[in-house]
């Protein structure tokens, strides 16, 4: 069992920033594909971005490519989500979600059930 813990959402006005952190417990985090996902009310749970174990490649959904990164510190067993230039449409909860080590170094995935382990979420508004 993989345990997932964000933090860093709030409130935050159209055009400013957050930085969300993922911080999980379990074995051998190196080897997990993580990704970030969104679900605001009403809607599907929606890709927002990934990062591959042992490469550390990277992919966005296409409504936060340019404006999004997402990072790992292996050594502190944590992913992030940096967010830039944020919109009302961006208001969500966001999850941080892992993959087990059963695959390719350079694979993302980038739907819901290609993950094994997801955290509680943590609330992102932004106000007009």
């Known amino acids: 069992q993989v345990q997932l813990l964000e933090s860093g959402g709030g409130l935050v006005q159209a055009g400013g920033s957050l930085r969300l952190s993922c911080a999980a417990s379990g074995r051998t985090f190196s080897g997990y594909a993580m990704g970030w996902f969104r679900q605001a009310p009403g809607k599907e749970r929606e890709f927002v971005a990934g990062?591959?174990?042992?490469?550390?490649?990277?992919n966005y959904g296409d409504s936060v490519k340019g404006r999004f990164t997402i990072s790992r510190d292996d050594a502190k067993n944590t992913v992030y989500l940096e967010m830039n230039s944020l919109k009302p449409e961006d208001t969500a909860v966001y999850y941080c979600?892992?993959?087990?080590?059963?695959?390719?170094?350079?694979?993302?995935?980038?739907?819901?059930?290609?993950?094994?382990?997801w955290g509680q979420g943590t609330q992102v508004t932004v106000s007009a």
């Open positions: 990062i591959s174990r042992s490469v550390g490649t990277t």
């Open positions: 979600a892992a993959r087990s080590a059963t695959h390719s170094g350079m694979w993302i995935p980038t739907a819901v059930a290609e993950y094994d382990y």
